[in-house]
């Protein structure tokens, strides 16, 4: 059955497989999942069993115990290398998109500190312009590391 796995999914069976043991094997998995048992965990993360995935939610769950992206880092590290993956240069228009969303960013903290507290709400809007920063960081990078 082996060779029934393109080499992509073999890796990632494996790296399912290295974050079960991150957080202590099969069992202690199970029992921070609450509901898989050991043999399904286990067979989730066996290159022998093709048609059996552990799921984001359960990856998500088990990387936040591991206190590691075991198999999200993996994922994100095969994105940036395949070579089937459109590519593009980096533009005038990524200066453009780093001034809005950084201006937007220090708009929110200024207004978040204007009255000497932080509440939640302001957090949350910090929060949501601070990752919409990033994820425009995140993408003018990936233009300059590996862009065409």
């Given at each position: 059955m082996?060779e029934?796995?393109a080499?992509?999914?073999k890796a990632?069976k494996?790296t399912?497989?290295?974050l079960?043991e ?6 202690a998995?199970?029992v921070l ?11 989730q993360t066996?290159?022998?069993?093709p048609?059996?995935?552990m799921?984001?939610?359960?990856t998500?769950?088990?990387?936040r115990?591991?206190?590691r992206?075991?198999?999200s ?7 940036k290398t395949?070579p089937e993956?459109v590519?593009?240069?980096?533009s005038?228009?990524?200066v453009?998109?780093l001034a ?14 204007a ?10 809007t910090v929060a949501?312009e601070?990752r919409?920063?990033?994820a ?13």
């Open positions: 082996m029934d796995l080499p992509d999914l990632l494996a399912g497989h290295a079960v991150a957080v202590g094997g099969c069992v998995a199970k999942l609450g509901h898989r048992s050991p043999s399904t965990i286990s067979a066996s290159i022998s069993d048609d059996r995935w799921s984001v939610r359960d998500m769950i088990l990387e115990h591991a206190q992206p075991i198999v880092e993996w994922m994100v590290e095969r994105h395949d993956r590519r593009r240069p980096l005038i228009e990524d453009a998109r809005k969303e950084g201006a937007e960013g220090k708009l929110a903290i200024l207004a978040a500190l009255d000497g507290k932080v509440d939640q709400l302001d957090r949350a949501r601070m919409e920063l990033i425009v960081a995140s993408d003018v990078l990936d233009a300059v590391e590996f862009g065409a």
